[in-house]
């Protein structure tokens, strides 16, 4: 793909990873189409993205809700012309133990509200937008690719079931949509990030920190520009399909 005026969408394009993501590829020309709940972020994303050399639109959006995401990717295509990548970048975190105990007595578990909340937006949202990117694209008869933001936590993660599990479901169904969807020359794949400086990571207490660069091979957290340029680099190899990236220093988790 050529990015030089491609329409590309970002979900969670207003901040972190998704912000970086939309000046990375702005500054090769693209259309950003960035997609959040904050519009003051979002106004921010998109006046980076034009110094960046791009152009951008805000779209407010909660990709968890089936109405909200048909109506603003048919509204993406009412202001583009059409849909030629979506990067499936939105996600929250809720963490906490499946089960805490001491003595044979249960001090708290996972409630199911931390369980959904997570699924709703890491997974059911990645499932609605991509579905309605790829319908877009055959409407519109313009070959494209999906990208779904996995994790290393995909594998499995202490205090992160909700996570694990919904970043192991993204990763699947980029195989799963590079199968079924190639006969309409769309693309699909998946990156897997380790520990990337983000505000949230930035916000953790130095010893934390510490203790976490310890576990990456490299010994350093990775810099967003890092997973854009991973971003990058399959919406440009039209023979990139069905597989994960992973870009986390080497380490497993």
């Not at 937006?121 to 996995?150: D, H, P, Q, W, Y």
């Not at 916000?203 to 203790?211: G, H, I, N, Q, V």
Request: charged share 25%.
């Amino acid at each position: 793909m050529n990015l030089e005026n491609a329409v590309i969408a970002i979900t969670g394009g207003g901040q972190g990873l998704g912000r970086c993501m939309a000046t990375f590829l702005a500054g090769k020309g693209a259309k950003l189409a960035l997609i959040d709940l904050s519009q003051e972020k979002l106004d921010e994303t998109v006046e980076l993205c034009k110094q960046a050399g791009g152009d951008a639109r805000a779209y407010i959006c909660n990709v968890a809700k089936e109405d909200q995401v048909v109506a603003t990717f048919d509204q993406i295509v009412k202001d583009f012309g059409g849909i030629d990548g979506l990067v499936n970048n939105a996600g929250i975190l809720r963490d906490a133990l499946l089960v805490k105990g001491k003595d044979g007595v249960i001090e708290k578990r996972m409630s199911l509200e931390q369980w959904q909340a997570v699924i709703d937006v890491n997974l059911t949202g990645v499932f609605l937008c991509g579905r309605e990117a790829a319908t877009k694209m055959i409407e519109t008869g313009r070959k494209g690719c999906i990208i779904n933001i996995s994790s290393v936590s995909r594998a499995g993660n202490m205090g992160q079931t909700n996570y694990s599990a919904a970043k192991a479901g993204v990763a699947a169904m980029a195989v799963t949509w590079a199968k079924e969807l190639a006969r309409y020359g769309i693309r699909a794949a998946a990156v897997a990030p380790g520990f990337i400086e983000t505000e949230m990571t930035a916000s953790m207490k130095p010893e934390a920190l510490e203790m976490m660069t310890k576990q990456i091979p490299l010994r350093r957290m990775g810099k967003p520009e890092e997973i854009a340029h991973a971003i990058a680099f399959i919406l440009e190899n039209d023979y990139f399909s069905g597989r994960v990236v992973e870009v986390d220093g080497g380490i497993r988790v």
